[in-house]
């Protein structure tokens, strides 16, 4: 296996558990939470979540930094642009660790996720 199909597939791999994991938690596991109670079960998961998250970003971090620099794209706009992004995440996941029951906040997450996953997409091709 080539060394570059492996960060690849860890760049995949940790941003389908962020981007995913976050779906999981909107789409099932809150609205559960808030259908039959379980705050201690919510407040688990989330720093669960929370730390596999932080694991992810470090993983996404590192494997895009090399991609950026083995294919040559630091100066490419779209990844400026996606960059940005990644920085809003940060700046949005601190405000979330500040104010965790925020939806706003969380939904917001989400959203520039899905933004940053577009714009991979459209980086690869």
């Known amino acids: 296996m080539e060394a570059w199909t492996l960060v690849r597939f860890l760049h995949v791999v940790a941003l389908a558990f962020f981007v995913g994991g976050q779906l999981v938690l909107i789409v099932a596991v809150v609205p559960a939470v808030r259908r039959h109670g379980g705050d201690v079960v919510m ?12 694991v992810a970003l470090l993983v996404l971090v590192a494997t895009g930094a090399a991609m950026a620099s083995h294919l040559a794209r630091w100066q490419d ?25 925020s939806r706003a906040i969380s939904i917001a997450v989400f959203v520039t996720s899905l933004l940053v996953v577009w714009l991979g997409v459209e980086l690869t091709h």
Do not use: E, Y
Request: with cysteine.
């Open 77 to 101: 706009n779209l990844l400026q642009v996606k960059l940005m992004c990644v920085v809003l995440i940060g700046v949005l996941l601190g405000l979330h660790i500040a104010s965790p029951g």
């Open 43 to 54: 407040r688990s998961a989330a720093k669960r979540f929370g730390i596999g998250s932080a």
